[in-house]
């Protein structure tokens, strides 16, 4: 059920938001390394990490020595399936130092499937959403929508909507539980891939910060 619960996440998603920084430092190079050449490295590296820096780059002032970009990052799951994470690295140059600074998306909102069943129900899907190591459960939908957990159903089908809805209550307390055991163990595993890429990302970066042939 584990291993069915995380490919369901993973399929699922179907909203995400931007989390906190991962990875921030400010790094002293060699004092002849202007600021025009750090930015002109800064430029240069975005190129090389990804296919079109022109559609990374949100912004470049080479009066603040700033450069944003806005990336993709491979998310993959403790299952070997991979979705797009966005990244956004934030480049500050001044004359013999830089300060980078990393985002990583977090995925914090998905759809499950639940078990409770109805007269032409089709899926019963629920959106859950996880912030601050907190699980919450809403927008529960069966009969292909007709059905909402949320508001007491008066149609033709009344009977049938309260069946489902005490099969929804009767599996809820076990999903919570599954998800906050789930969630959280695939969030600690997947800190741990980051945190290796990352790694991988920056020495990347400082290769090409230090490089003294680029100026304008």
């Known amino acids: 059920m584990k291993h069915k619960l995380g490919f369901l996440i993973t399929l699922l998603i179907v909203n995400a938001s931007l989390g906190q920084t991962i990875v921030t430092e ?55 399936k991979s979705i797009p994470r ?29 078990k409770a069943s109805c007269m032409n129900c089709g899926k019963t899907t629920a959106t859950v959403t996880y912030n601050n190591g907190a699980v919450q459960i809403s927008n529960i939908t069966g009969a292909k929508g ?36 789930d969630i959280k163990d695939q969030a600690l595993a997947q800190q741990e891939i980051d945190k290796e890429k990352i790694k991988v990302f920056v020495e990347t970066l400082k290769s090409e910060m230090i490089k003294v042939n680029s100026d304008f």
């Open 146 to 181: 007709w059905y909402h957990y949320e508001t007491e159903y008066t149609g033709m089908g009344k009977s049938y909507y309260k069946k489902w809805k005490a099969d929804v209550d009767a599996e809820l307390p076990e999903l919570k539980s599954r998800l906050d055991k």
């Open 86 to 114: 966005h990244i956004i690295i934030t480049l500050t140059v001044k004359d013999g130092r830089y300060k980078y600074e990393i985002e990583l998306e977090i995925v914090r909102e998905f759809q499950v499937e639940l």
């Open 26 to 80: 400010i790094v002293k190079v060699d004092s002849t390394l202007k600021k025009s050449t750090l930015f002109s490295n800064g430029l240069s590296w975005f190129a090389y990490q990804f296919k079109s820096s022109n559609d990374v780059i949100q912004m470049k002032d080479l009066e603040s020595g700033k450069i944003i970009g806005k990336g993709i990052f491979e998310y993959v799951d403790q299952n070997g």
